[in-house]
């Protein structure tokens, strides 16, 4: 349906590298073909569309893994454009932390009119997963939240901190380990993941929507890292 809507415009989809492969091998054939089915028919539709796709992963190296289709990965990959991650342009950070200050300081009627400059350092600090996303977020809640007019460090919440989609630790070169063990620094990483997405989905009574909202992520990975974790 949604092949069919962008039928002469353009169609984006975003966490391209979060598909599983199945889908993978149907969009493969609509790039190929430039026809789709709809569900329970054999007529082949054909449609005329741009297809911009978006993702925060290293589909190279998931193609690597075999997890994405090499074929899939060099039809999408003609133009490909590099966001910068927020943690690459901090600088900025204090002009967007204002903008959505006053944003929903209006939306909502809030006390809050700004954000202290210590506020500021501190989300500085912070590695963004979730990027100007998981930001503007955070901001709103704090302005939602704030009793004061200014901002302060006390008013930033626990799920700003960073939230790492970590892969397995590469092995250690400097000979603290063995190959293929896992570092201290990677295990603690990883169980500040788990701690802050379990936190996260206990403060929104489970809802996995809300929560990967909150942390900058998409509710996808939130029911993998939940299945690696063996929680249902």
Partial sequence: G????????????????????????????????RTIQRVGDYKDIPVDFRLVTATN?????????????????????????????????????AILAARFVREFSQAYSSKAKNISPEAVKELEKRQWPG??????????????????????VDDIPPEAAAVQQSAAAAPEKNGAGAPGETSPAATSLAEREKEQILATLEKFKGNKSKAAEALGISRRTIHRKLGEWGIK
């Fill in 2 to 33: 949604r092949f069919e809507a962008a039928n002469g415009g353009t169609l984006f989809l975003d966490e391209i590298g979060e598909i599983p492969v199945s889908v993978q091998i149907k969009l493969l054939r609509a790039l190929e073909s």
């Fill in 57 to 93: 992963k290293d589909l190279l190296q998931l193609v690597a893994e075999g997890k994405f289709r090499e074929d899939l990965y060099y039809r999408l990959n003609v133009i490909e454009i590099r966001t910068p991650a927020l943690k690459e342009h901090p600088q900025d950070i």
């Fill in 131 to 152: 990027n100007v996303r998981q930001l503007r977020n955070v901001i709103e809640r704090m302005v939602v939240l704030s009793n004061s007019e200014t901002i302060s």
